[in-house]
């Protein structure tokens, strides 16, 4: 199985890197996990909405990029559905037995997924209404990610 986070802007705190670095480690044992940045847009403070679809157009066409036809692709989007960690980790289960062996996760930029994007994705997923800092999403989407595969386990990790 390989999983993908393809993330929009450079991770620069050490302690996120950190963090990320162990459940990439332990994630090891269960699939191939790896992650792509693509550059952000540059853009003032203060955007018209054209100006704000410009930038996210141009964050989504270097995200699609990155992403192959075979991909089941989740957008994180505040407006997609939510999920309990088991629930996610059965939908994971059910992925790879239907011949999903290539997830990927798309986190995009500060103004968000362009509609491109959305399309492409095969579902969305929020982790709540919060708005979170990309870099925390990286982590705690990591985090999850091998959550699911120790629930699916039946490891007591989650508990």
């Known amino acids: 199985m390989n999983i993908k986070l393809v993330v929009v802007g450079k991770l ?34 203060s955007l018209s909405q054209a100006e704000m679809d410009e930038v996210m157009d141009k964050e989504g066409a270097r995200i699609l990029d990155k992403i192959k036809d075979r991909e089941y692709v989740y957008a994180l989007a505040i407006l997609g559905k939510e999920r309990s960690s088991e629930e996610f980790a059965k939908e994971i289960a059910n992925l790879t037995t239907n011949g999903h062996s290539d997830i990927t996760f798309v986190i995009g930029g500060s103004l968000g997924l362009s509609k491109h994007v959305l399309d492409r994705a095969d579902t969305q997923i929020s982790f709540g209404r919060f708005t979170l800092p990309h870099q925390l999403m990286r982590l705690v989407l990591s985090e999850q990610i091998y959550r699911a595969f120790m629930i699916n386990e039946g490891s007591p990790y989650h508990k």
């Not at 620069?12 to 480690?25: H, M, N, P, R, V």
């Not at 044992?29 to 992650?35: G, Q, S, V």
Request: glycine content about 2%; some cysteine; charged content about 45%.
């Open 12 to 45: 620069k705190e050490k302690y996120f890197k950190q963090g990320i670095a162990e459940y990439a480690k332990r994630l090891s044992r269960f699939c191939k996990f790896e992650i792509v940045e693509v550059p952000d847009e540059k853009a003032p403070e």
